[in-house]
């Protein structure tokens, strides 16, 4: 007799490139969900990169029904709070956290609801990781750090021990936060800087060390 699958339906908001492989990880390997389809406000978005995975709605309109659980795969921190706000806060649905079978996440580091781990990420004793943040493959986080709700941390980041980020922050990859660095909320840093010490909200940093950036 065939066994009653019992993973749960997962919509993924988002159908661009983070959500694409996305749904990789979880075809590859993920007991808990099944993919239902792709949240997405344009209905072409698949139209250049086809998948056997529909678009079935937006995810500002979508009605979710009591078994869905959804997963924010936006790379952009600002568009995955905009285009989850109605999921969030109108129909107060269950957001998934996947961790990634590749990834090495010690069993006292903490995170929330939300999160996604990709492949190859190292995060270590008493890490603390906030709501609907993404951290991409092989970026290494060290002890005791703190990081906020809402961020992108992108690949090939090292973020020291101790090291604290706020709110809806973006890392570009190849960075390195020292410990002890503190970064404010809405912080950009941008690729290959080196943080030292306190970065005020609100700005974007650039180099070694990271300084003040503008176009």
């Known amino acids: 007799m065939q066994s009653k699958d019992t993973r749960?339906?997962?919509l993924i908001v988002g159908a661009g490139g983070f959500g694409r492989e996305?749904?990789?990880?979880?075809?590859?390997?993920?007991?808990?969900?099944?993919?239902?389809?792709?949240l997405d406000s344009r209905t072409n978005a698949l139209n250049a990169t086809p998948r056997d995975v529909p678009i079935i709605g937006d995810p500002l309109t979508y009605k979710p029904v009591p078994e869905d659980v959804f997963l924010a795969a936006l790379g952009d921190p600002k568009q995955r709070f905009k285009y989850?706000?109605?999921?969030?806060?109108?129909?107060?649905v269950d957001f998934a956290t996947v961790v990634h079978p590749r990834a090495r996440v010690n069993r006292h580091?903490?995170?929330?609801?939300?999160?996604?781990?990709?492949?190859?990420?190292?995060i270590s004793v008493d890490v603390q990781i906030g709501e609907f943040t993404h951290i991409q493959e092989y970026t290494v986080i060290g002890h005791d750090a703190q990081i906020?709700?809402?961020?992108?941390i992108n690949s090939h980041c090292t973020i020291a021990g101790g090291a604290r980020i706020g709110h809806f922050v973006t890392i570009h990859p190849n960075s390195v936060i020292t410990s002890?660095?503190?970064?404010?909320?809405?912080?950009?840093?941008?690729?290959g800087s080196v943080v030292i010490g306190k970065i005020p909200a609100g700005i974007t940093v650039l180099g070694n060390p990271a300084k003040r950036f503008s176009f």
């Not at 580091?109 to 190292?122: D, Y």
């Not at 906020?148 to 992108?152: D, I, K």
């Not at 002890?180 to 690729?191: C, E, H, M, N, S």
């Open 8 to 10: 749960r339906p997962l």
């Open 84 to 92: 989850t706000a109605a999921l969030r806060d109108d129909h107060h």
């Open 22 to 38: 996305v749904l990789s990880y979880i075809e590859d390997d993920n007991p808990l969900f099944k993919i239902k389809g792709f």
């Open 109 to 122: 580091a903490h995170m929330r609801h939300g999160c996604i781990i990709t492949p190859h990420v190292g």
């Open 148 to 152: 906020g709700n809402w961020c992108q």
């Open 180 to 191: 002890r660095a503190v970064i404010g909320d809405g912080v950009t840093v941008g690729p």
